[in-house]
Nanobody, 114 residues
């Protein structure tokens, strides 16, 4: 059974940092493109960052230069390092695994507020 377990969410002040982790089980992790999405209240879910199995990365324009996605295939884990957080980054963040079919984590809340 495929499971994606996110962790690292929470409340942070503007300008602060957080690191999200997503551990995958039940998959051959190295075969998957991994991504982080987010969904703010009243908005559609949007792609934040994606890393291919070859290590190519892409980001939504609003997080470029602030967020970094990375993966550790030995640990079946994808990370999202988030720096210089802004209130508009507040959302539920979801991990996604994509290879032949798509799997989602349960989401973790990030709240950026003073």
């Amino acid at each position: 059974q495929v499971q994606l377990a996110e962790s690292g969410g929470g409340l942070v002040q503007p300008g602060g940092s957080l690191r999200l982790s997503c551990v995958a089980s039940g998959v051959i992790f190295s075969m998957y493109t991994m991504a982080w999405y987010r969904q703010a209240p009243g908005k559609q879910r949007e792609l934040v960052a994606r890393i291919s199995r070859a290590g190519s990365m892409n980001y939504v324009d609003s997080v470029k230069g602030r967020f970094t996605i990375s993966r550790d295939n030995a640990k079946n884990t994808v990370y999202l390092q988030m720096n210089s957080l802004k209130p508009e980054d507040t959302a539920v963040y979801y991990c996604q695994a994509d290879y032949l079919r798509v799997y989602w984590g349960q989401g973790t809340q990030i709240t950026v507020s003073s």
